[in-house]
């Protein structure tokens, strides 16, 4: 197997909840631009032993731990109109303000993020997709986390030097299951999904995750 493509990292809060425990989601947006996705789970990892040997055994997953290296918070954009500000205070719960203002005939928007003790991070659904080739044929798989919720991100930064560096944010979070229901009681993690083509897999984020595209002038301010 070859592993040939990682894209569009998305989120969407969650907004209420199926009868079937499962969350829906407001509207979505885009994280960055994907580099990478490292993604472990904790499981219970426990086992009886009897009669001087192990008879039973339980892995049973307890949370799914997700860390994604972009490019940069809030570079790619649609129609929520992701800023690095934007998507940051979005995701840690913080307190974000924009502000329109002029200096002359030139409008300028000033946008800030104010981060306190008690900022309580939602919760979102989390998706993307990757590419892997398979005997001679791609396959595409997206990956859908249903709640988790995202920690504030270390910053890393350095003057400039002979040669240009170039730099990555990397947010991880941690998810959990979903509540379930009297009448569907099972507590789901992820889901995923093979589609058929790369298209396919991105209408599916797309639509699970509610995002819109962004409209021609907004994408033109941002030189797309």
Request: aromatic share 10%; proline share 6%; charged share 25%.
């Given at each position: 197997m070859a592993q040939i493509g990682l894209r569009y990292p998305v989120a969407a809060p969650i907004v209420q909840y199926q009868e079937n425990g499962l969350?829906?989601?407001?509207t979505g947006f885009y994280i960055?631009?994907?580099v990478k996705a490292d993604k472990t789970y904790d499981k219970n990892d426990a086992?009886?032993?009897a009669d001087d040997g192990r008879v039973e055994y339980d892995a049973?997953?307890?949370?799914?731990?997700?860390s994604l290296e972009v490019d940069g918070l809030g570079t790619h954009k649609s129609a929520f109109e992701e800023t690095p500000i934007k998507v940051e205070a979005t995701l840690l719960g913080a307190k974000y303000q924009k502000t329109n203002m002029s200096s002359g005939s030139t409008p300028t928007v000033t946008e800030t993020m104010e981060l306190a003790g008690d900022d309580v991070a939602p919760y979102f659904g989390v998706g993307y997709y990757k590419t892997d080739v398979i005997d001679g044929k791609k396959h595409y798989f997206v990956y859908v986390i249903y709640k988790m919720a995202f920690?504030?991100?270390?910053?890393?930064?350095?003057?400039?030097?002979?040669k240009t560096a170039f730099g990555t944010k990397t947010i991880s979070g941690s998810g959990m299951s979903t509540d379930g229901s009297d009448t569907a009681p099972k507590r789901y993690f992820e889901k995923k999904v093979e589609c058929p083509t790369e298209k396919d897999a991105i209408n599916?984020?797309?639509?699970t995750f509610n995002i819109k595209d962004a409209t021609a002038s907004s994408a033109n301010d941002k030189g797309e």
């Open positions: 969350p829906i989601y407001g960055g631009r994907m086992s009886l032993y049973g997953i307890t949370a799914v731990n997700l920690a504030k991100p270390d910053d890393s930064e350095s003057t400039k030097g002979d599916f984020l797309k639509t």
